[in-house]
């Protein structure tokens, strides 16, 4: 079962990017904006540096208050990376909060439950489309998980 992080309260800025990383992103076709699901997934499946796809919410510090949005990032070692938002332009406007950090293997694990075995071998080859995992997903597989070891 996927662990929850006790102390996702905890805010903080990541980081800035690696120049590699952020090179081999752009040249996997990563890196756009709004696709930060899809932008970490490919950080941490393609790049033994990179341990953990981390999921949480990113807020957005504006003039009228905080509002979160769920967002998802990288961890390597004890730096967080934001392949989507680059540090060094949100001047401190971006404050992030993780609920959860997965391997690649655990990733993988919930995309290939939420598919058929045809559709997961597609998905091994990359010929089927497929979402990352967002925080419900992880929590609904969690879940499932309880029951089925109950």
Known sequence: MIN????????YQPSPNPEVLLTALDFK???RRNECFLNAFVAVNRFDEVEKYVLGYVY???????SP?????????DCYHDPTI??????????YSPVFELSN?????????QHTQEEQELIKKGE????????????EHNKALQ????
């Open 29 to 31: 076709g990563a890196g």
């Open 69 to 77: 949005q769920e967002h998802a990032w990288v961890k390597v070692g």
């Open 128 to 139: 089927f489309p497929f979402e990352p995992p967002t925080i419900r997903e992880v929590v």
């Open 86 to 95: 680059q540090p060094e332009s949100q001047s401190r406007r971006f404050r």
């Open 60 to 66: 957005f510090k504006s003039d009228v208050e905080s």
């Open 4 to 11: 929850f992080i006790r102390s996702f309260r905890k805010k």
């Open 105 to 113: 293997e655990e990733v993988k694990q919930i995309i290939y439950s």
């Open 147 to 150: 029951r089925t070891s109950r």
